[in-house]
T-cell receptor, first 115, second 117 residues
């Protein structure tokens, strides 16, 4: 257990529905990242928060995706109008910005299946 | 652009034998390299990292990795494999988000390790 938790662990939804995932980072970590992992691939970066500010978005993050981190603590990732191509594992990671020694610690992920 | 490559989709080794999982990297600037392990339903766990210094990096669960600048490699090793080491292993490199601080982690495709009793 890395100390990063995600909820739910699994989600099955029908195409066109909206889904929301939650990530609770390690409490003292100021940076939070979302990644997506499709079958047979390594995780790919989606977006990054420092405290409550969303500072970076990947081109993978279409306008159907939105992420928030109110108060710089937990974060949510919402996907609107889900598509079958959104089926993947969504991973959250957190870190304490500390220069060269910074290490990202990952949660267990939320596995999404869009039917 | 930063990238890593894991040339083997799968590695098979007998319990008690040494194991090596290969990784090569391509970076601009200094390499910041990581190994993560993924067990089913348990997300990614950090094993070790190379930032600078000694080319042999020791990590969790008896794993170590050897940084080789001339061969641009960062192979993961363990002297004696356990059945419980069977998992998916990812090599990764840090890609700085220069304008905003922080970094994104660029992962290889992963190598599945099977340790047979």
């Amino acid at each position: 257990d890395t100390g990063v938790s995600q909820d739910p662990r699994h989600k099955i939804t029908k195409r066109g529905q909206n889904v929301t995932f939650r990530c609770d980072p390690i409490s003292e970590h100021n940076r939070l990242y979302w990644y997506r992992q499709t079958l047979g691939q390594g995780p790919e970066f989606l977006t990054y928060f420092q405290n409550e500010a969303q500072l970076e978005k990947s081109r993978l993050l279409s306008d159907r995706f939105s992420a928030e981190r109110p108060k710089g603590s937990f974060s949510t990732l919402e996907i609107q109008r889900t598509e079958q191509g959104d089926s993947a594992m969504y991973l959250c990671a957190s870190s304490w910005g500390q220069g060269d020694q910074e290490t990202q610690y990952f949660g267990p992920g939320t596995r999404l299946l869009v039917l | 652009a930063q990238s890593v490559a894991q040339p083997e989709d799968q590695v098979n080794v007998a319990e008690g034998n040494p194991l090596t999982v290969k990784c090569t990297y391509s970076v601009s600037g200094n390499p910041y390299l990581f190994w993560y392990v993924q067990y089913p339903n348990r997300g990614l766990q950090f094993l070790l990292k190379y930032i600078t210094g000694d080319n042999l990096v020791k990590g969790s669960y008896g794993f170590e990795a050897e940084f080789n600048k001339s061969q641009t490699s960062f192979h993961l090793k363990k002297p004696s494999a356990l059945v419980s080491d069977s998992a998916l292993y990812f090599c990764a490199v840090r890609d700085p988000l220069r304008a905003t601080g922080g970094f994104k982690t660029i992962f290889g495709a992963g190598t599945r390790l099977f340790v047979k009793a």
